[in-house]
């Protein structure tokens, strides 16, 4: 299975911005898939996870009322809506997708970047003040 991401751009502040990310050469559909941000010079965090079938969904208390993660089962695509974007949501974004479940609490479990095994290119998004 391969990811691809795509949608970012450079945008002023308090633009906003919608990634795609598709997945290819897939026969079932993951288990959880997310979106995680690198920043130039910081470790890559968690943004958004969602689960494929359930649509349960978990944010990053920095993008929590401003972005929305969805997906579209049909298209095995996964969004990021992003609203009233800051010059601190400048990164690189890469979407994630996981098989692996633990006995651990997901909202604790799909917000670590080792959950997941299959990460696509990344697209960079640029947010100017």
């Known amino acids: 299975v391969q990811l691809q991401a795509s949608g970012g751009g450079l945008v002023q502040a308090g633009s906003s911005l919608r990634l795609s990310c598709t997945a290819s050469g897939r026969t079932s559909s993951p288990y959880v898939m997310g979106w995680f941000r690198q920043a130039l010079e910081k470790e890559r965090e968690f943004v958004a996870s969602?689960?494929?079938?359930?649509?349960?969904?978990y944010y990053a208390d920095s993008v929590k009322g401003r972005f929305t993660i969805s997906r579209d089962n049909a298209k095995n695509t996964l969004y990021l809506q992003m609203n009233s974007l800051k010059p601190d949501d400048t990164a690189v974004y890469y979407c994630?997708?996981?098989?692996?479940?633990?006995?651990?609490?997901?909202?604790?479990?799909?917000?670590?970047?080792?959950?997941?095994?299959?990460w696509g290119q990344g697209t960079l998004v640029t947010v100017s003040s």
């Open positions: 969602i689960t494929w079938s359930a649509g349960t969904t």
């Open positions: 994630a997708a996981t098989n692996r479940q633990s006995s651990r609490t997901p909202r604790y479990y799909y917000t670590a970047a080792p959950t997941y095994d299959n």
